[in-house]
């Protein structure tokens, strides 16, 4: 925002074209690093992917989850 503010208070030339190149990197290098990173963040805090032949409940077994059994006192 305050980039185009200063672009639009630059006179035609060398400078502005030099404040539209910076802010458009600038734009484009956070978009890239902030989508990508997300996904590696978001990535380690999920853990690893079940397999496919992991314990009860995982993808393409047949057994359901163990049953909860309540303790009597």
């Known amino acids: 925002m305050?980039?185009?503010l200063a672009f639009n208070a630059l006179p035609d030339g060398r400078y502005a074209d030099t404040a539209l190149y910076a802010m458009t990197l600038t734009v484009l290098?956070?978009?890239l690093l902030?989508?990508?990173g997300s996904a590696v963040i978001a990535r380690s805090l999920t853990g690893?992917?079940?397999s496919a032949v992991g314990g009860?409940?995982?993808p393409g077994?047949?057994?359901p989850?163990?049953?909860v059994v309540a303790m009597q006192s």
């Open 34 to 36: 902030h989508g990508g």
């Open 2 to 4: 305050f980039g185009l």
């Open 56 to 58: 009860p409940g995982s």
């Open 65 to 67: 989850d163990a049953p």
């Open 48 to 50: 690893p992917p079940p």
């Open 29 to 31: 290098g956070s978009v």
């Open 61 to 63: 077994t047949d057994k």
